[in-house]
């Protein structure tokens, strides 16, 4: 099992980015898919999430409307669009997986079984 999380660099405030992330198995079609970030010095955050079945998502409150969370299906990918960057978006962020089907639990670090490397995103003012 395994997740591949690709697209960070660098960008200027204002700017967008979109990561990537591919999953390496079939039986994920029943799981939901998250992206956290890890600022230095902070705690892992969560950043989006969305059930790979029916393509309902979730944000956080300091990303709605900034951020769009996709699945591809064909291509076993979910995308993270990150648009109008701020330097507070700067982090290694990560894509996850779980089976959780409690859309209220999307948002926690231990509903997710499954995580890939991290890309880092830097925002510069």
């Known amino acids: 099992v395994q997740l591949q999380a690709s697209g960070g660099g660098p960008v200027q405030a204002g700017g967008s980015l979109r990561l990537s992330c591919v999953h390496s198995?079939?039986?994920?079609?029943?799981?939901?898919v998250g992206w956290f970030r890890q600022a230095p010095g902070k705690e892992r955050e969560f950043v989006a999430a969305?059930?790979?079945?029916?393509?309902?998502?979730a944000y956080a409150d300091s990303v709605k409307g900034r951020f769009t969370i996709s699945r591809d299906t064909a291509k076993n990918t979910v995308n993270l669009q990150m648009n109008n960057l701020e330097p507070e978006d700067t982090a290694v962020y990560y894509c996850?997986?779980?089976?959780?089907?409690?859309?209220?639990?999307?948002?926690?670090?231990?509903?997710?079984?499954?995580w890939g490397q991290g890309t880092l995103v830097t925002v510069s003012s």
């Open positions: 996850a997986a779980g089976s959780t089907l409690i859309r209220s639990s999307w948002s926690k670090s231990p509903a997710y079984d499954y």
């Open positions: 198995e079939r039986t994920f079609m029943r799981m939901v």
């Open positions: 969305i059930n790979l079945s029916g393509g309902i998502t």
